[in-house]
């Protein structure tokens, strides 16, 4: 109960900052209002216009002597002479375009001196009703076909007739971005790209959808570290070896370009090929950089830049040394406008003020279309932001910038960040992106660029529509955000261990921020391997996640929609999950703590100590654990509700869930899940969630409407491999267990005389094979009220044994249970004992969370070490197993050791798969 108040008083506060943020959106109203007054001044810029004229006419006189400016920058200077000599006249000016492609000679460059005013505010619009463009391409309309005979050979035979070329030089372009490794993972730059009829085109790349595999490395490969071991199939360095005779078509290439998740499906990189050795197939990589992690066997790459597999339609590829670009246009291009992106950005706006962008299409640069840093009160409204080479939009600072009502897509990295604020005095920014609608983004950079990217403090993101991406759609780590009514689908399909909705990773002092409220859906992984909701990773803690929707999200194997990966301080409240594999998982981060990051900000001080008080003592309150998480009044429809592990079970708080029986859900008018009115749910405290004001809404400011979107298809579950099985001689395995004639102490000995029977030899692998190393012992008894189950496992070397605590990767032991004498058998307990005496209940044979925790409170274990073998030993009352040890009971049985020296997992009876698989291992029978 004390927790539960202690939650409450937190989401007191989060709700002082949701009336913050309610008084900005008065306050955004208020200033939309306010604009579709008349200003006093008007200034207007055309395509047919002239710099030298006045811009005081919206189309040029009879006599062509007077009428709008042609270009924005001439409408920026008249502004600043009218400031100079008048001042702003009240009610500001606002600088018409009309309609047309204006293309940029350089960025259009905005700084302090072209500020407004509250009152005389500064505002750059399109005309309502016409397309105007501001754009950092150029068009391309010299187009000839191929005839050089070298460069027709190096051609797929099927596009010699299709491809055509044109001469950048002749047009006026010649500044070519090098083609070179990014430096990052997860980070770099395409330079100079082709846009046809409004759409980025592709580099010519193989394989033309999806990717190439790593098969192996040569022999003489140093394997990648993981987790301060060598990791399996791996390797430090760019050589690996590939499948089939593909390269054999490249041999002419230079530049070559690779695009990999080489290790992790999370971690992507560019890297340029060296050499390919085709007879050998393999390839080499530059030796600098390589990628931060190594290489694996099995991840997936692409190869890019390479006229040779420019053979289909929409494809391009740049002769960067003799500047001539090769494309096979999709459609006919007389009938089309082929643009190549120049500019470095279109729009800066440095220590800018009260200057607003309206109605106006941003596209066709290299970089960000629009970055604002520093300034005040800057908004971009009711405009579309895309193809561009990096994000859509970047406010670096500042305060109160905005961006609502706007479109973004087809961006190379994610579409908006919000930066700003004091963290050292948690001043918010007061930054929103509201109402946009933002899909199809990081197409370049997949990893790690959302669709709203929030840092600092005091920033909020509400009422967007956000799809169509390979990773995240909103990250929020820092303090006191707001993340509330957006709808996010369609996400994180080409990552597996990834969310949509990032609150925050490996830092402590990210607290205080609200996600509620979203409609979060139809997410499954890459190639349907399952990803999250929401996430808090790595010790993220005091985040308040209230009233989302959350439905049809496809989990990884012991994760959730909802996942706290080692936080505290957390609430989940009133959430309704639907047809998720899981809906909340909390467990503990082995990392260790991340103490260095409370070094960024003054924690034990004002504002810090009194806005988060549990953060001031962290360091004395056993600070590497998930404490004081709370899961309260939520419902679940479908699928497993909650899991823990055995460290964050008993120190969280779950009561009134509405998790077993009909919660009577129904579909609201814009088809979200909500709670029927007369709901049995209702009656344990579940609140009804606002669901009709989720998502965009039409007004003034929204770039279009209506908005149509698409879910992606739901993707086949992925298939495990069929396994042969490998049939045993003599039926079920059996295991007698004797009742114990003299105490037996848990100590991790062995003593004589202390078991009542010998051990018996492990020696069968998952798959039933011989092991290659020597055999661990088994020893099994019982008493009038525990089990007792010991492992001895030989060993050469104890000083490299791993005495970590991380299952699969240390040197550990794992036992499993069941009552098969019940009809239905028990639920199957997997006790898991490592070489420092820790003992975890693990869930992944589907114990319920309630019944993990009573094995944590009373099953024991113990393990010592000597020179020549490692001993565990378990202790696990019968009661714990509702059980009771007479004679001829049976309980389901298997035991497994991971040996990491000689790298090997040694089983009792191997199962063909996890060792909690009981069916297919044996049986203890009591004698």
Known sequence: MLRIEWMRRAVAVGLALLAFCDGDQARLNGAETAELAAPSVNVYVAIDGNDAWSGTLAIPNEAKTDGPFATPERARDEI??????????????????????????????????????????????????????????????????????????????????????????????????????AKPWAESQPGLELFFNDEPMTLARWPNEGYSIITGFPPDAKPAILWGKPAPNSSVEGRFLYGGDRPLRWAAEKNIMLHGFWFWDWADQRLKVESIDVEKRSIALESKPQHHFGFRKGQWYYAYNLLPELDQPGEWYLDRERGILYFWPPSDLSNGRAVVSVLPSLVTMDNVSYVTLRGITFEATQGTAVTITGGSDVRIAGCVIRNTGSWGIQVKGGDRHQVIGCDLYATGDGGVILDGGDRNTLTPAGHAVENCHIHHYSRWDPMYKPGVQLRGVGSRVSHCLIHDAPHMGIAAPGNDHVVEYNECHSLVFLANDAEAIHGGWYDWTTRGTIIRYNYIHDCFGHDGHGCKAIRLDDHVGGLTLFGNVIERIWCEQGRGAITIHGGRDNLIENNLFVDCDRGVRIHKCNAPPPEKSLEKVPYRQPPWSERYPKLATILDDEPGLPKNNVVVHNVNQGGEFMSTDTVAAPITTVKDNFTEGDPKIVRAANGIPTLAPDSPALAVGFQPIPVEKIGLYPNELRASWPVTHTVRPTPPRPVKPIVERKVRKGGVPQIAASRAQNPITLDGVIAPGEWPAPGVPMKETPDRQ???????????????????????????????????????????????????????????????????????AAPDAGMHPEDILRLTKTARFAARTDAANWVGEWVVPFAALEASPQSGLKLGFNVGVRRTESDEWIIWAGALGATWQLNEAGLLVLQ
């Open 80 to 181: 600043r002479k009218l400031k100079v000599e008048k001042g702003l006249p009240p009610g500001g000016v606002t600088v018409e375009l009309r309609e047309g492609t204006y293309e940029l000679a350089q960025p259009f460059a905005l700084t302090e001196a072209d500020s407004g005013t509250a009152e005389a505010p500064v505002t750059y619009r399109g005309r309502q009703g016409e397309t105007v463009r501001l754009t950092g391409g150029r068009g391309l309309t010299n187009w000839t076909p191929v005839t050089d005979p070298a460069i027709v050979a190096r051609l797929d035979e099927a596009a010699r007739p299709h491809v055509l070329l044109a001469d950048m030089k002749a047009a006026g372009i010649t500044q070519f971005s090098e083609m070179v490794s």
């Open 770 to 840: 011989p092991i290659a190393g020597a055999p661990a012992m088994l020893y099994v008894a019982y008493d009038n009220e525990n089990l007792y189950v010991a492992v001895t496992v030989p060993i050469k070397d104890a000083a490299k044994l791993d005495k970590g605590e991380t299952w699969g990767v240390s040197d550990a032991a794992e036992l499993c249970l069941r009552n098969a004498s019940k009809t239905p058998p028990g639920p199957i307990a997997v006790l898991r004992g490592f070489l420092t005496g820790r003992l975890d």
